[in-house]
């Protein structure tokens, strides 16, 4: 598949798709972790983790706190403690 999108203004458009992704899982809190993981493979912690190792690939030092608090909009446990329902879950 050919993309006419010259690749700095991609690079600029996929960044923008994914800060609407991340708006979205910041405005739907009921939607659950476990529940992404189950039916799309991924879920918020995994997006924090991607976006660690990114930083971390481009000599940026970042937390695991530090990145969820960039996917999660507010500290992880106060996420958890408002959003999360259900008994605590793992990944698979």
Not at 2 to 8: D, K, M, R
Not at 51 to 56: N, P, S, T, V
Request: proline fraction near 5%.
């Amino acid at each position: 598949m050919s993309n006419p999108i010259p690749e700095a203004e991609r690079t600029e458009i996929e960044a923008a798709a994914f800060r609407r992704l991340v708006s979205h899982l910041r405005e739907n809190t009921g939607v659950q972790n476990i529940d992404m993981m189950n039916l799309a493979g991924f879920c918020r912690n995994c997006l924090s983790k991607w976006y660690r190792a990114e930083a971390d690939e481009r000599g940026f030092e970042i937390s695991d706190p530090q990145a969820r608090e960039e996917i999660y909009g507010m500290p992880y446990e106060d996420w958890k403690a408002l959003y999360q329902k259900g008994p605590k879950q793992e990944h698979k």
